[in-house]
C-alpha cells in the first residue's frame, strides 16, 4: 500500500509540474524565432511613433504606452499554434528546435528567407521580361511601349 502511495506522490509531483500546453507553445514560439516575445518590442513600436509624431509631448505617450501590451499578440498567436499543433506535436517541435540542427535552422531562417525573397523578386523580373519579350515578337505589345501621343484616339463625345 505504501508503495502505491509513493508511487501516486511522485506521478503527481510530475504531472504538477509539467508545462501546459500554452506554456509549452510559448516557449516553442520563443525558440522557434518565429517573432519577438519581449515587451522590447513594445518599447520599439512606441518610439517608432514617437518619431514620426514629434508634436506629441512625452506626458501623452505615456498613456498611450499603457494601453500597448504585446501579450495581447503572444496569447493569440498562442492560439493560433495551439489549434494547429497537437500536444505531442509541440513536444516534438520543442526537442527539435532545441536540437542542434534546430538551433541552425533558427540561426539561418532569417538569411535563408530574405535570399529566397531576393530571388523571387529576380524570378519575377526575368517572368515579367520573358513574356513581354515574347508578346512584342508575336506583335501584341509595341517595344518601346507606345508614347501617349502614339495611344489610342480619346473617346469621340456626341454633342446633344
Known sequence: ??????????LFGIFSFSQTKQDKVKELISLSGAFPLSKKVE???????????????????KSIEKKINIDELVNKAIEIYGSKFSDKEIDGLLT?????????????????????????????????????????????????????????????????
Open 96 to 160: 527539435f528546435y532545441k536540437s542542434d540542427l534546430g538551433k541552425k535552422v533558427i540561426q539561418n531562417s532569417p538569411i535563408i528567407l530574405s535570399e529566397i525573397q531576393n530571388e523571387m523578386s529576380n524570378w519575377g523580373s526575368t517572368v515579367t521580361e520573358t513574356i513581354n519579350a515574347d508578346l512584342v515578337k508575336l506583335v501584341y505589345l509595341k517595344s518601346p511601349p507606345p508614347s501617349k501621343s502614339e495611344g489610342p484616339p480619346p473617346p469621340m463625345v456626341t454633342k446633344k
Open 1 to 10: 500500500m505504501k508503495k502505491i502511495i509513493y508511487l501516486g506522490m511522485i
Open 43 to 61: 518599447k520599439e513600436l512606441i518610439d517608432r511613433y514617437k518619431k514620426k509624431y514629434t508634436n506629441v509631448p512625452e506626458s501623452e505617450w
